[in-house]
């Protein structure tokens, strides 16, 4: 993969993060109540333990883009196609218009997308449970892994793009890249929680996070389709 594709998958997660609020909020507020009481008010242990829990999360994504990079990359191999990557690039640049529209607030496709994620969600639920005290980063990193899995529109739009990368390395940097544009906004819920969240929740802002998104995938539709022609 193109050092390109790690940074503009990086400029997509920055470009989500008003959607990470509201889809990840609530997920933040009950890490911090499974926090040991012992570790609730150090400021040190609640640094490390939220690093860890979003790097948890982080990695989880990595996997995903692995796993599913590695699939197409099976299936180049065995399909009678060269048009293969096209047309799952084609089907990653229509996923991140509906992301541009979605992040917009103009067109909520995507929300039925998450749908197609919750029997998995729902299947973690024991693991969840015996998270529900979080005494060590590990177990931190542990719970974030699981939260990885959350259904999300954004996520699945990106593993589209991963999909579309033909290898499990360049799936894994694309899931990479779009984690770490995440970060910034998930990893400073909490004091400063509230004027970022005004921020990002801002009309002009959303408008201008989704054209940017919908510029991008329909570039990458029109390069993809023009490779039939």
Known sequence: MQQYDFFA???????????CFGMCGGVVGAFSQALAPAH?????????????YNLGRISSYVIAGAVVGLSSSA????SSTDHVISVL????????????LYVAQWLKWLAFVEQLGKPL??????????????????KAYAAGMVWGWLPCGLVYSTLTWALASGSAISGAQIMLGFGLGTLPALITMGAASTLIYNLLRKKK??????LVLIAYGAQMAYIALNQFV
């Open 75 to 78: 299936l180049v191999t065995i």
């Open 9 to 19: 998958a990086l400029i997509v997660g920055l470009l989500g993060a008003g959607h």
């Open 40 to 52: 609730r008010l150090s400021l040190q242990h609640r640094i490390t333990y939220t690093l860890s």
């Open 89 to 100: 690039q084609a089907l990653a640049g229509i996923m991140l218009v509906l992301m541009g």
């Open 205 to 210: 802002l959303r408008i201008i996070s989704g």
């Open 121 to 138: 969600w729902q299947a973690l639920t024991p693991v969840r449970q015996a998270l529900n005290v979080i005494d060590s980063p590990s």
